[in-house]
């Protein structure tokens, strides 16, 4: 359960240690701690200083711009990173190198290789993911986004929605129906397709922080080379499935030291409102504090498989299901901590919508009050409670299975 580093893991560890003290600024005291301009300021400034190391895409064979690096040593790397507070890239990089970047290096063609991968790491191309519909979701084969191909194009019509960045994006993957006869998991096809073109349109959604960081995505007529194609025509569930399970291994290293971060801060924010002495509070905060433990006991476990070469497989459910679970309670505890101070926004809000806010963050109201608001959206996002619950229960514990429909926007889409 305890990864092993060895001699050789330690080295590189001090090496990357080396290269943040180099490049990082005197008293840096983590992203979270600038303002908004700043912060995007030094991310961009930051990016660039990871790609001229071949840190950008560290994992990535050297040929395609990356440094090749070691399963354990991008995990190290992603440690260090997430305790130093800084980022591993810019805001789109998630899309660009870990999911869509690593999935064409595993399935694509050399020309696909050739062609995209040096546009991801310039930052030419920005990305984002086609993947939910308004009927699929969790669900994700009952996708119904239909293409049909016509001469040396595909014709893309549907819709998806849950699209982040989608309004900042200039490519998007998107898993289509191609074949509505076959089998529920199959006739999908993962195809690349440009966003600036008259066919696709993007419309924000409103989130409950008053931001709109997702959109709706739709398509009329849209189109995509032949060629656009990751995989094969009708075998895009196994390049989609390729595509989630590459960011387990470097969320299992860094989401319980974010989550320590955080709860340290949420200690300091009890001293500094004159509740450390509170002994509900006091009770609560243990908790908080024995959840991070196993959260970081449950990081291990995903990892050890992962440094060993297993792909992250359904027992991965439970730790999804773990630390959204939790986020729910420690935001909420630290709302009531604020008290009546949490009736007003005071300070910026997190600079992203997802998990934590960012190491160096301050304790003030609209930091966790923004927090508190994405933490509802941590058991719904990356598969509900519900359905993690479901894979937990059939697939790790054997449990009967629930009944399946035969029916949905893939049986009903028009031929």
């Known amino acids: 359960m305890q990864p092993t580093y060895t001699a050789e893991a330690d080295t590189f560890r001090e090496k990357i240690q080396a290269f943040l003290a180099e490049h990082l600024p005197a008293n840096w005291q983590g992203i979270g701690a600038l303002d908004a301009e700043a912060a995007m300021k030094f991310t961009q400034e930051w990016r660039d200083i990871l790609r001229d190391n071949q840190y950008l895409a560290a994992n990535w064979p050297v040929e395609y711009g990356g440094a090749g690096l070691t399963a354990l040593e991008s995990v190290i790397m992603a440690e260090e990173f997430a305790k130093a507070g800084v980022p591993t890239g810019g805001p789109n990089d998630v899309f660009g190198i870990q999911m869509v970047g690593n999935t064409i290096i595993q399935w694509g063609t050399e020309e696909q290789k050739k062609h995209f991968l040096p546009r991801i790491i310039s930052g030419e191309d920005t990305w984002c993911q086609g993947y939910s519909e308004p009927n699929a979701g969790s669900d994700l084969a009952n996708i119904g986004c239909k ?117 340290d801060r949420l200690v300091e924010l009890a001293k500094q409102r004159g509740k450390a002495d509170d002994p509900l509070v006091r009770q609560k905060v243990a908790w908080c504090y024995s959840k991070v433990e196993i959260m970081r006991f449950l990081g291990m476990r995903t990892l050890t498989k992962f440094l060993a070469g297993e792909h992250p497989g359904p027992d991965a459910s439970i730790f999804k299901l773990y630390w959204s679970e939790y986020h729910h309670k420690i935001t909420e505890l630290a ?53 993690q619950r479901n894979i937990i229960g059939e697939m790790v514990l054997g449990l009967p299975k629930e009944p399946k429909s035969d029916r949905g926007p893939w049986k009903d889409t028009p031929k």
């Open 147 to 263: 293409a049909e191909l016509d001469g040396d194009e595909w014709v893309i019509n549907g819709q998806k929605i849950w699209t982040s960045a989608g309004h900042l994006a200039d490519w998007i993957f998107v898993l289509t129906r191609t074949d509505p006869d076959a089998a529920k998991h199959r006739g999908i096809t993962f195809v690349l397709v440009p966003m600036d073109q008259p066919g696709v349109e993007v419309r924000p959604i409103k989130m409950i922080s008053g931001e709109s960081e997702f959109n709706e995505v739709f398509f009329s007529d849209a189109k995509a080379p032949k060629d656009n194609v990751i995989g094969e025509v009708n075998g895009g569930w196994a390049v989609a499935m390729t595509l989630l399970g590459y960011e387990r291994g470097e969320a299992a290293a860094t989401t319980p030291v974010l989550f320590k971060v955080e709860i």
């Open 335 to 387: 709302i009531d901590i604020l008290g009546a101070e949490a009736l007003e926004i005071d300070g910026k809000f997190p600079s992203s919508a997802f998990s934590t806010d960012s190491p160096g963050a301050p304790n003030d109201s609209g930091s966790w009050i923004g927090t508190f608001l994405n933490a509802r959206a941590g058991t719904i996002y990356a598969g509900t409670s519900q359905v």
